[in-house]
């Protein structure tokens, strides 16, 4: 075994070594970071796209642009369509072992008649050994004479902090209206868990009864079915979080409802 990530009193420490520990935390394929300009492409003239600054992780190795690149995209053809593609092209040299890596544009085949397909890249891995191997960043779609607008064909990685808002849970206090409820609300990421339960209450015909705001506002307005005690068909009974963030029962009998109890949850995407 050796120690990697260690002092040995020499140089020690080799890319492929590097490589593996970068895969093994951000996965083994190919993200653009959330860094810098995130490599954002703009067509400056019909025959240049510029590349922004950014940082790709590609299979454990990492790259970065930090100066804007131009690169020259070959005229079109009247009457044609193709589609060029804008890569990192990795290559390690077998000789000296020596790697690098490039930003190029590899030009796709014309057609007269139908849509045009990408051009075949240079497959494979470079955790396997591959060399060259090309990763597809953006797609120049060519109608004729002019190139349309960059289509983005790469993964962005989240950072930490964004993984660890999408899975945390808070607790929200809302502000409840209806004596004797009691919630619990929940968000977890974007998502959110509304339980509710307590003394019920007479609820009128076809009416809506705000019993808490103060709720994670909801992208669209969500229904959950009630369960309430002592009522022998209570399924036009439910509860609601709206995008202002109310939680509302609703009536949708054509009779007084009476109850004991009333218990629920309500389970919606927060905007």
């Given at each position: 075994?050796?120690?990697?990530?260690?002092?040995?009193?020499?140089?020690?420490?080799?890319?492929?070594?590097?490589?593996?520990?970068?895969?093994?935390?951000?996965?083994?394929?190919?993200?653009?970071?959330?860094?810098?300009?995130?490599?954002?492409?703009?067509?400056?003239?019909?025959?240049?796209?510029?590349?922004?600054?950014?940082?790709?992780?590609?299979?454990?190795?990492?790259?970065?642009?930090?100066?804007?690149?131009?690169?020259?995209?070959?005229?079109?053809?009247?009457?044609?369509?193709?589609?060029?593609?804008?890569?990192?092209?990795?290559?390690?040299?077998?000789?000296?072992?020596?790697?690098?890596?490039?930003?190029?544009?590899?030009?796709?085949?014309?057609?007269?008649y139908g849509d045009p397909t990408d051009?075949?890249?240079?497959?494979?891995?470079?955790?396997?050994?591959?060399?060259?191997?090309?990763?597809?960043?953006?797609?120049?779609?060519?109608?004729?004479?002019?190139?349309?607008?960059?289509?983005?064909?790469?993964?962005?990685?989240?950072?930490?902090?964004?993984?660890?808002?999408?899975?945390?849970?808070?607790?929200?206090?809302?502000?409840?209206?209806?004596?004797?409820?009691?919630?619990?609300?929940?968000?977890?990421?974007?998502?959110?868990?509304?339980t509710y339960g307590g003394e019920s209450?007479?609820?009128?015909?076809?009416?809506?009864?705000?019993?808490?705001?103060?709720?994670?506002?909801?992208?669209?307005?969500?229904?959950?079915?009630?369960?309430?005690?002592?009522?022998?068909?209570?399924?036009?009974?439910?509860?609601?979080?709206?995008?202002?963030?109310?939680?509302?029962?609703?009536?949708?009998?054509d009779v007084v409802v009476n109850a004991?109890?009333?218990?629920?949850?309500?389970?919606?995407?927060?905007?």
């Amino acid at each position: 075994m050796d120690l990697v990530i260690g002092y040995q009193n020499k140089e020690h420490v080799t890319a492929g070594q590097v490589g593996r520990i970068v895969a093994g935390m951000a996965g083994d394929g190919t993200y653009v970071l959330k860094t810098q300009n995130e490599l954002a492409a703009t067509m400056q003239t019909a025959n240049q796209v510029r590349i922004d600054t950014g940082d790709l992780v590609m299979h454990g190795r990492v790259a970065t642009v930090e100066t804007p690149e131009t690169l020259a995209i070959e005229s079109g053809v009247t009457g044609q369509k193709r589609n060029d593609i804008v890569v990192a092209r990795y290559t390690k040299d077998a000789p000296s072992s020596v790697e690098s890596c490039q930003l190029a544009v590899v030009k796709g085949t014309p057609v007269s008649y139908g849509d045009p397909t990408d051009p075949e890249l240079e497959d494979g891995s470079v955790l396997d050994g591959d060399s060259p191997v090309e990763v597809p960043l953006w797609r120049i779609p060519i109608d004729g004479l002019a190139p349309g607008t960059p289509e983005q064909l790469f993964e962005s990685v989240l950072s930490i902090d964004e993984l660890r808002d999408s899975v945390s849970q808070s607790v929200v206090r809302a502000s409840i209206s209806w004596p004797g409820l009691n919630l619990d609300v929940r968000k977890i990421g974007n998502l959110v868990v509304v339980t509710y339960g307590g003394e019920s209450r007479e609820l009128q015909p076809y009416s809506t009864t705000v019993v808490a705001t103060g709720l994670p506002g909801a992208v669209v307005e969500t229904y959950a079915p009630c369960s309430m005690w002592d009522v022998g068909n209570n399924n036009s009974i439910y509860a609601s979080v709206s995008a202002g963030g109310d939680l509302t029962i609703q009536n949708r009998n054509d009779v007084v409802v009476n109850a004991t109890r009333v218990v629920g949850e309500v389970v919606y995407v927060a905007s």
